[in-house]
């Protein structure tokens, strides 16, 4: 079952040196299945970035259709959209975008004071999600105060807590070192396995890439390769290696 399908999706940027335009997403075709944990990698300026946003809803495409969960997104008006994002998908940065006047639990806790829910039961949900993250005990910490990886778990509760069936994430392993790296990864499996979330996440880094189950390359504004792991595959690092090399590039 598909939850997310793209069509001949097209993005168009204008120049900013002369008239021209160019297409960073060159009618670009995608169909991601329910439960799937999956990578989107491509060299830099490559349109990971536009391609995400595209299907989160926080930008548009020139043209195409984005459509999720049975939803056409992109024929939603802007406020929908928006309400749509909120609503039913989850969201990792890079940079983790965390308020710093308020504490890893407040952080999480807050989409779900937007969304108007009791206090009662949103404690238990978002305690529930720092034991799975493993960060129950640095809770009531200010971020500051804490690792980046302990950040970018408590951004994974925050985009969590809504209980969203998809979750994208733009270079969640951006400004971590690799061990962190490899322990939110790890993290990222245990919600696509026990939470059955889909995840769809983009990155440079083939180690981060080799956590997922699929990796799709994109190139020149389209799909270059899509492989997917066998189970207990330990090649699959070397497999998306093989890829990069032969997709070039300067990543
Ligand atoms: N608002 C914009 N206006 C014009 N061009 C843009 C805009 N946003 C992105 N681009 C261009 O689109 C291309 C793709 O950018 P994008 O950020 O999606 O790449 P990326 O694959 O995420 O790169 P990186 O790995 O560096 O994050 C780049 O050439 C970029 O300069
Ligand atoms: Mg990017």
Known sequence: MEILTGINIVKTYSSEFDDNSYNVLNGLDIAIHEGEFAAIMGSSGSGKTTLLNIFSGIDKPTTGEVEIMGVNVTNLNDNKRAIFRREKLGMIFQDFNLLEDLTLKENAVLPLLMQGKKQISIDKEVDDLFKLMNIYDIKDKYPRNVSQ???????????????????????????????????????????????????????????????????IFIKDGNIFADIYKKEEDKRFNNKILDCLVIMGGDD
């Open 149 to 215: 990886g302990q950040k970018q778990r408590a951004a994974s509760c925050r985009a969590l807590a809504t209980n969203p069936r998809i979750i994208f994430a733009d270079e969640p392993t951006g400004n971590l070192d690799s061990k962190a790296a490899k322990k939110f990864m790890n993290y990222m499996k245990l919600i696509n396995s026990e939470r059955k979330v889909t995840l769809l996440l983009a990155t440079h880094d083939s180690l981060t890439a080799s956590y997922c189950s699929r990796v």
